[in-house]
């Protein structure tokens, strides 16, 4: 039986989740981006979501019914 071949993955290598570019693994302090300016970049991204979560301030129905046109009833 032939044996499989054994793939050694010596030197990870990965593409940077922002601009696709291949990534060292080893020695890189931006991974698993390819730099600095992608991992910023990505980090902004999620910033911008989180400012784009829905729940606006919550438009009231008839705000203040109570209080407009007072009649006081004096028995
Ligand atoms: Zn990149």
Do not use: H, T
């Amino acid at each position: 039986m032939p044996s499989p071949e054994m793939k050694r993955e010596k030197g990870k290598r990965l593409r940077c989740p922002v601009c696709k570019a291949p990534v060292i693994y080893e020695g890189n302090p931006w991974r698993p981006f390819c730099s600095e300016r992608c991992k910023l970049r990505d980090l902004g991204a999620w910033a911008e979501e989180e400012y784009r979560i829905p729940g606006g301030p919550v438009a009231g129905e008839e705000e203040g019914g109570e209080g407009d046109g007072c009649i006081q009833e004096d028995s």
